[in-house]
């Protein structure tokens, strides 16, 4: 499996870069301003906010990018010097709610944010970090339209079109399968971007798809005519760019009728093992691209998970540790400016120093990839991980 995954790898390097989160939680305590802008300590607070879905059917991935940041701000706090405040709005996974709720994040007084944490609400909420001037790493909204034309918006996940290329090569190197099928959400960005470029790579690579079927937000309950289709196309792997809840759906669909193909999918996949109601026995063998890996032994990925374990009683996700690294990497933006950057700046001054960083000789190591830089576009540069679930587990294919 190792001699496998490292064909994609060096794929992915070769491409430069990827792209793409259940229930109420406990969350740790975190500092408040006071009406003079300084923390319960007295410290002066950079203020930072998200939009992310808190509740509805993507909650796993909102509440885990809301968890995993209030672990580094937490961290970051006790450290004492540059302090933070985190104030995470709930959008629902909707682009409307998500405008509504930056509007709020600009009533408390945002600095910096971490945009959204899907692709269509960050879609949006992008264009008003543009409009207001101020900066945004997101985590997890991987749609190249995210930051398309929009110089301090910046993005931590992989792209989309990138998780398209790097998954048709893949499956191409490592002959997986002769016939391939894909289901894919078309009325998703992040669904029908990563779909694209998977079919532009087929073509060029010479992979026979054989069934090519759809659905949308609206119509993901029953998915029998998509999967009738990939079964009557004796398609022996299932290309899912899609997020966890309708791949559980499908896998659970597809075993009632005794249809057990190989599955591929990306990194909105990362959640389903701890999707409540689900049997994981479904998702055997299942593949996906992540960035994250919760087994990983050296010791920072340790004590993240630990950490996370306690508070929240499960395993971090991917998303997680995006939430996690996205504030580390602000943090380590602002000490880079030696004291150029200040809590007492507007949005905006902040903004043009963090764009400069960001685009200038800025190095960051985090839980998700290391030696990660950014280009003038906004995407990150790092490598992926490959995973694949053994008996309820994500287990490393390196």
């Not at 706090?77 to 930056?102: C, M, R, T, W």
């Amino acid at each position: 499996m190792k001699k496998l995954f490292c064909l994609m790898l060096a794929f992915v390097l070769v491409a430069s870069s990827l792209a793409g989160c259940g229930g109420e939680t406990t969350q740790p305590d975190t500092p408040t301003t006071n009406e003079n802008g300084s923390t319960d300590g007295g410290e002066a607070a950079f203020k930072i906010g998200g939009t992310g879905p808190l509740t509805g059917g993507a909650a796993i991935y909102g509440i885990a990018v809301k968890n995993g940041a209030q672990i580094a701000v937490d961290e970051i706090n006790a450290l004492g010097g540059i302090q933070f405040e985190l104030n995470y709005q709930d959008d629902e996974h909707n682009s409307e709610k998500a405008v509504n709720a930056f509007n709020a994040l600009l009533d408390w007084g945002v600095q910096i944010t971490l945009g959204s944490v899907t692709s269509t609400p960050g879609i949006a909420t992008s264009a008003e970090n543009f409009e207001h001037r101020i900066f945004a790493l997101t985590p997890s909204a991987s749609s190249t339209d995210v930051t398309a034309g929009k110089d301090n918006v910046f993005q931590l996940c992989f792209t989309d079109p990138n998780q398209g290329l790097a998954s048709a090569q893949y499956i191409y190197d490592n002959e997986l399968a002769e016939k391939v099928a894909i289901i894919y959400n078309n009325s998703d960005a992040y669904s029908t971007g990563i779909f694209e470029t998977f079919m532009e790579k087929a073509d060029e690579l010479g992979l026979e798809i054989v069934s090519v079927t759809t659905f949308t937000e609206d119509s993901k309950t029953d998915f029998s005519v998509q999967i009738d289709d990939a079964k009557n196309s004796g398609a022996e792997l299932v290309f899912l760019p899609i997020y966890y809840e309708p791949a559980a759906l499908i896998f659970q669909q597809a075993a009632a009728v005794n249809y057990a193909p190989l599955y591929f999918g990306v990194d909105g996949m990362d959640g389903i093992l701890t999707l409540e109601g689900f049997e994981t026995s479904y998702a055997e063998g299942v593949m996906l691209l992540t960035p994250f890996n919760a087994d990983a032994t050296d010791a920072r990925t340790v004590s993240f998970v630990a950490t996370y374990q306690e508070l929240f009683g499960e395993t971090p996700n991917q998303f997680a540790a995006d939430g996690y690294d996205c504030i580390y990497a602000i943090y380590e933006a602002i000490l880079k400016s030696d004291g150029a950057i200040t809590p007492d700046m507007s949005a905006q001054d902040i903004n043009e120093e963090l764009v400069a960083i960001f685009l200038g000789d800025f190095v960051f190591n985090g839980l998700t990839g290391e030696n990660m830089t950014w280009d003038e576009t906004g995407a990150v540069a790092k490598a992926p991980k490959g995973m694949v679930i053994i008996d309820g587990a994500y287990v490393g294919m390196d």
